[in-house]
């Protein structure tokens, strides 16, 4: 009754280091798309900062004419 449990074992280790690869890849996919996220609202902030700034130095200009 001695079974060879080399073949299962080998294929269940196999199983889960192939789901475990594919989980820290979608993992780092998912930080990438965040990263990229966060740059574009900075990015955008920034931009209605500057415009904000732009518009109050105009407005001063034309009060101050």
Not at 22 to 28: A, K, Q, R, W, Y
Not at 33 to 53: G, P, Q, Y
Request: charged content about 25%; hydrophobic content about 45%; glycine content about 4%.
């Amino acid at each position: 009754m001695s079974e060879d449990l080399t073949g299962p074992i080998a294929y269940i280790i196999v199983v889960l280091f192939w789901y475990s690869l594919g989980i820290v890849c979608m993992l780092c996919m998912q930080m990438n798309v965040n990263d990229e996220t966060i740059e574009d609202c900075a990015r955008r902030r920034a931009k209605l900062l500057i415009d904000n700034l732009r518009d109050q130095t105009h407005t001063k200009e034309i009060l101050g004419r």
